[in-house]
Each structure stands twice: as C-alpha cells, then as structure tokens.
C-alpha cells in the first residue's frame, strides 16, 4: 500500500534549525502537506505545497519535489513552543479529497 | 467557541458496550472525516463524508459506523467495542475547494475501552 515515512524524533537546542523529511511511495498525488499537533492536541495546519519548490511562513518552510516523491518541512529559529510533533499528509491522486498521514515526527526543543 | 466540537472528550467504556462519539461544526464545510490516533501510527481515516448523502469508508472502517446527520454534524459509532478501539479520535472538517490540503480538527476524543 501507499505510505509516508518520516523519522519518529528529532531533537535540537533553541534557536537552531531542524529539517523534517518526509517520503511518499507512489505514483503520483496532489500536494503535500505539514501539521503540527501539541501532547494530543488538534492537529493544526503549517503548509501545503501544491506545485514543487519552497513555500515560506514566517520560521517554517516546507519543500516538495514530485520526481522524488519526497518533501520537508524545516523549522528555524527554535523555539521551546516548537517542540511538538509533526505530520506529512498527501493526497493520493486515486483518492482525491482524503489525506493519508505519516506516522509524525517528536520535535524535541532544549534550552 | 470551537469550530468542530467533539463530545464527550474523555470516555470509559467496558467491551461490548455500544459508544457514539459526536462532531459538530460552525464552519459551514461540506466535508467531514473522522480519524483515529495510535501511538506511532499517525492518523488513519475511519469514515468520511463530502456530503449528507456521501458516506464513505477509509483505511480503517471495520468495527466503526457512522451517520451524517446534517451538513454540521458527523457522528461516529462503535456498536460494540473492545479494547483495541482504545485509542484518540479526532473529528476534521475541510473546504477542499481551496485546494490547500487543509483539514480543521476538533479537540479529540480520548476513548478507553476495558
């Protein structure tokens, strides 16, 4: 079947940069995109990228390459309120309308 | 006031026990999902809907049903449950016509079976 991989942790001091990758497994999809959720809170939206390239939001970027099915979001600038997990979802191109979520990747911020 | 708004948050049941797990929203979406979060598996979709009348199953739909009962709320059941249902479950909505990917989640449900 179809999945996301994505490290299950990272851990990194304030105010440095941390790169999330994520990889897709398929043949195509429509865009992917990044949510941050806070110790089982709601998941809540970053960025969605639609087209390959960089989309830029303030500290958070996220990237997408459709040749390489591959993407990342990357945080700079850390801060200890980053410290969260964060999820890649695409939308297959099979199943327009759903999104399939990776497994989340455990930011871990220390002074 | 939350847009999406789940009840209850928090549930304990015993196996076999029916349990619905409601989700309201003020969002005026069409679209609604309800998905399921383990530990180390992400979310996984149980049901979605893009309409009162479109009920569709996702990746994980057996055990669970669910009803759609206006465009505002989405309703999930469990008609019996056992334990490995235990798990948090999130209510989303989206307005896909934007064409950003984004889904809005509801606080969650944290239900317990025993």
């Known amino acids: 079947g179809q999945s996301l991989e994505q490290p299950s942790e990272v851990t990194a001091v304030e105010g440095a940069i941390v790169q999330i990758n994520c990889t897709y497994q398929t043949s195509g999809f429509y865009g992917l995109s990044w949510y941050q959720q806070h110790d089982g809170g709601a998941p809540t939206f970053l960025s969605y990228n639609g087209l390959d390239g960089l989309e830029e939001t303030g500290r958070f970027s996220s990237f997408l390459s459709r040749s390489d099915s591959y993407g990342y979001l990357l945080l700079q600038e850390l801060q200890m309120k980053d410290s969260a997990s964060y999820f890649c979802a695409v939308s297959p191109r099979d199943s327009w309308g759903k999104l399939q979520f990776g497994a989340g990747t455990q930011v871990v911020v220390t002074p | 006031d939350a847009d999406v708004t789940q009840t209850p948050r928090n549930r304990i049941t015993k196996t076999g026990k029916r349990i619905m797990l409601e989700c309201s929203q003020t969002k005026g979406h069409d679209r609604m999902y309800w998905y399921r979060q383990d530990p180390g598996l992400g979310l996984r979709l149980i049901y979605y809907?893009?309409?009162?009348?479109?009920?569709n199953k996702g990746e994980i739909s057996d055990g669970y049903s669910v009803s759609r009962q206006a465009q505002a709320k989405f309703s999930l059941s469990l008609e019996s449950a056992i334990p490995n249902q235990t798990a948090l479950y999130f209510c989303a909505t989206s307005d896909w016509d934007r064409g950003d990917g984004e889904l809005f989640f509801g606080e969650g449900s944290r239900l317990t079976v025993l």
């Open positions: 809907s893009f309409d009162v009348k479109d009920i």
